[in-house]
């Protein structure tokens, strides 16, 4: 991590004001939140808005969600330290900069290589070291890293795709936007003896998952 941060007390103001405020309360989700330099994981010429209340574009059609969404998806995986990620849609690898703060394992798949690349580079220059940036559908899960604690997926599936929740382990926590392509529920499910709780979390508009268990292509209904 830089020593010199120019941010910091942006991302405190961030933390208070959009995130505190409005009722997240888990003290390490909030360390982590106020410690991971944001602005390092947007493109050039939007360092000045990495600590606005909204999302960001981050090239390819993609975003960087709004730190409040980041939060609240954070606090519902509910993260031990020596717990297991998997993290579906790296994007600009800020949520996985975060999950490494306060899991012991991440892994991060991406379907676009040049994102994924970027990723690894906002990583690197952010001194975030235990993310495993893989290229691929995430749709799929990723089968030689399960089972998995906690599972975020961080794009919108009509349905929760079905090896994701073979890949979670028992006892573990999914969280994902699910329903149709403009807007979707925010859903946590929690695995108990094989079975899944579905919990309602508020609704969300996110980017589409597209891959074999998501959405079928960029035009596909
Ligand atoms: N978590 C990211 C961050 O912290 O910047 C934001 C993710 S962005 C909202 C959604 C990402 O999901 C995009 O980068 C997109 O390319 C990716 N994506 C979409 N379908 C995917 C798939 N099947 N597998 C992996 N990634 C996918």
Redesign the pocket.
């Known amino acids: 991590m830089a020593e010199t941060d120019p941010c910091q007390e942006e991302r405190e103001e961030m933390v208070e004001f959009q995130i505190l405020a409005r009722g997240v309360r888990n003290p390490r989700v909030l360390a982590a939140m106020r410690k991971i330099p944001r602005h390092l994981?947007v493109p050039k010429g939007y360092e000045r808005a990495a600590y606005e209340d909204r999302?960001l574009p981050?090239g390819?059609g993609?975003?960087?969600?709004q730190p409040y969404i980041?939060a609240v998806m954070t606090e519902q995986l509910d993260l031990a330290p020596q717990d297991r990620v998997l993290?579906?849609?790296?994007?600009?690898?800020?949520?996985?900069a975060l999950l490494a703060e306060l899991a012991g394992t991440v892994i991060s798949?991406?379907?676009?290589e040049d994102?994924a690349d970027r990723?690894q580079k906002n990583l690197a220059r952010a001194g975030v070291a235990g993310v495993r940036v893989i290229v691929?559908?995430?749709?799929e899960g990723y089968p030689p890293g399960a089972p998995y604690d906690a599972i975020i997926v961080?794009?919108a599936s009509p349905t929760v795709p079905e090896p994701l929740i073979d890949q979670l382990a028992e006892g573990g926590r999914l969280v994902a936007p699910i329903g149709p392509r403009d807007c979707q529920d925010l859903i946590k499910l929690v695995k108990h003896e094989g079975q899944v709780e579905k919990i309602p979390l508020g609704g969300v508009c996110?980017?589409?998952?597209?891959?074999q268990f998501?959405w079928r292509g960029e035009g596909s209904p």
């Not at 993609?62 to 969600?65: A, L, R």
């Open positions: 994981f999302p981050i390819e993609q975003t960087i969600s980041v993290e579906v849609g790296t994007g600009s690898g800020y949520q996985a798949v991406e379907r676009l994102l990723a691929g559908d995430g749709t961080t794009a996110f980017v589409p998952l597209i891959g998501g």
